[in-house]
């Protein structure tokens, strides 16, 4: 019986575990309509769980909104040719992906046009 509980036990916390994975990776985004925002960069994070880019951009009305693009890990970026300096301070950007299904102004990142006009995109798709 004692044996028995704790194989039940040991079941039991890596589902919790696993349950606690997922939830982590899954981003609580509008997976239905992709936003699209251009702002001048404030600041490029390149660490992981998600690389983040700051963006200042200026809303319809006129008015200035902070807005944060998150990416996925550092080596999915580094696999589709991001680098640390890939964008930069002052750097003025348009970021296009899901934004947080709870009106945030947080996207997960699908691509980026550089200031060059250059694709940069984090999935291969």
């Known amino acids: 019986m004692k044996k028995m509980l704790l194989v039940l036990a040991f079941v039991i916390s890596g589902v919790l575990s696993a349950v606690t994975l997922s939830a982590h990776h899954t981003w609580p985004v509008n997976n239905d309509r992709l936003v699209t925002v251009r702002g ?17 951009v200026k809303n319809d009305a006129g008015q200035i909104e902070k807005w944060s693009i998150g990416g996925p890990a550092l080596n999915r970026m580094q696999a589709n040719g991001w680098t640390p300096t890939t964008v930069k301070a002052g750097d003025v950007i348009t970021g296009t992906g899901f934004q947080f299904t709870d009106g945030q102004k947080t996207i997960r990142l699908e691509h980026v046009i550089l200031p060059d006009g250059k694709e940069m995109r984090v999935y291969q798709r």
Not at 40 to 56: A, G, K, Q, R, Y
Request: glycine content about 0%.
């Open 40 to 56: 001048t960069v404030l600041d490029f994070t390149w660490s992981n769980p998600h690389p983040m880019i700051t963006l200042e």
